[in-house]
């Protein structure tokens, strides 16, 4: 992954219905990408839409990435996608713990196993951690380190290079405006200080943070350069060619 460059993520979620309609979607966007595009663009599929996309997409300049991965190596798990399956499948990221897997019961433990598999299988975890609400006593960062510590449970110090963390309060996902600048970067600062007592310093400085919670193409200037994100993770505006374009467009450096 190139580093000084922005990390640009589109998380599909559900809201593709058919293979015609994300082929369109992706040869779009590749259509849109802006000449010498330094930064790295993933999407991620809904799984069931993956082999028709990298058959049908013969695009070089957009990587993919699943929306979740299984805990499992392999075995009987039912329903499963196992991380060696998706990395086989042309992979090279996968989501884990994002708030909509977390509001059905996903567990800091569940997410912890999901970013050892991923690892150990060489996807790169996004992994996502960010409050449920905000209080003026500030008892959310401490959500959020809890949320770091046990989602980070099974790395080791030197991991951190290949692993991306997303602060993604959920209160910001799917709402009209993103939050201030000043706050994505509160948070990715303390998300940093909590990596370094957890590993340590250097450690901590190799991990790359994003930002996500309606990220479009008027707010995301902003949350680079004042909100100290590394780069976005798209939800609904990932679903639409020229709003996606128009983000990885403004990213630009
Ligand atoms: P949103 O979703 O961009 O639609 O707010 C972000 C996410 O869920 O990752």
Same mark, same amino acid.
């Given at each position: ?8 993520? =589109? ?35 809904? &799984? ?10 013969? =695009? ?14 392999? =075995? ?65 960062? &401490?959500?959020?380190? /809890? ?58 400085? /190799?991990?790359?943070?994003?930002? =996500? ?11 680079? &350069? ?28």
């Amino acid at each position: 992954m190139k580093k000084d460059a922005s990390l640009i993520v =589109g998380n599909w979620k559900s809201f593709i219905l058919s293979p015609k309609e994300g082929l369109q979607l992706i040869k779009n966007v590749d259509k849109k990408l802006p000449r010498g595009m330094k930064n790295t663009v993933v999407v991620c599929p809904p &799984s069931v839409l993956f082999g028709s996309l990298k058959a049908g997409f013969k =695009g070089k300049r957009i990587l993919f990435g699943l929306q979740d991965v299984s805990e499992f190596a392999d =075995g009987p798990h039912t329903g499963e996608t196992s991380a060696a399956l998706a990395r086989a499948g042309g992979a090279e990221y996968v989501i884990v713990g994002h708030a909509e897997r977390r509001a059905s019961g996903e567990t800091d433990e569940v997410v912890a196993r999901k970013v050892r598999a991923a690892l150990d299988a060489k996807l790169i975890p996004i992994v996502c951690v960010g409050e449920s609400e905000r209080d003026k006593e500030g008892h959310y960062f &401490s959500a959020i380190e /809890k949320t770091v510590q046990g989602s980070l449970a099974r790395v080791m110090p030197n991991e951190l290079s290949k692993i991306v963390i997303a602060y993604e309060p959920v209160w910001a996902i799917g709402a009209p405006q993103a939050p201030d600048a000043r706050i994505v970067a509160e948070a990715v600062v303390y998300i940093r200080k909590t990596l370094a007592t957890l590993f340590d310093r250097d450690a901590a400085l /190799k991990a790359r943070i994003i930002y =996500g919670g309606a990220v479009d193409a008027t707010n995301a200037v902003q949350l680079l &350069s004042e909100g100290h994100a590394g780069g976005f993770l798209v939800g609904r505006a990932s679903t639409n060619a020229e709003s996606f374009a128009d983000i990885i467009r403004v990213c630009q450096s």
